[in-house]
């Protein structure tokens, strides 16, 4: 069953911006921690952005100032907006609901020089 689902990766150029999506189930959400990973070619998976229950928010040095995760409890949706993207940013980005370790299918972020 499908219970996390990511949307809005592209292509994009240096310097822009991409807003990724992340709707989950109510009972997955409302318990839930939901992050953000990222995996680069070759790499390990990277925990780039959280947010709480309560919105508190944690940035992985390599993002702040540049990322920003947000949720919307009644739509069951968390977002990441990304700005002043870079090359090294690209990789497949994945949901997840960390208390229950349920992960989405990720979405495709290639940013080109």
């Known amino acids: 069953q499908v219970q996390l689902v990511e949307s809005g990766g592209g292509l994009v150029q240096a310097g822009g911006s991409l807003r990724l999506s992340c709707a989950a189930s109510?009972?997955?959400?409302?318990?839930?921690?939901m992050g953000w990973y990222r995996q680069a070619p070759g790499k390990q998976r990277e925990l780039i952005a959280a947010i709480t229950t309560s919105s508190r928010t944690t940035y992985a040095d390599a993002v702040k100032g540049r990322f920003t995760i947000s949720r919307d409890n009644a739509k069951n949706t968390v977002w990441l907006q990304m700005n002043s993207l870079k090359p090294e940013d690209t990789g497949v980005y994945y949901c997840?609901?960390?208390?229950?370790?349920?992960w989405g299918q990720g979405t495709q972020v290639t940013v080109s020089s």
């Open positions: 109510r009972s997955i959400f409302s318990i839930n921690t």
């Open positions: 997840s609901a960390l208390l229950t370790a349920l």
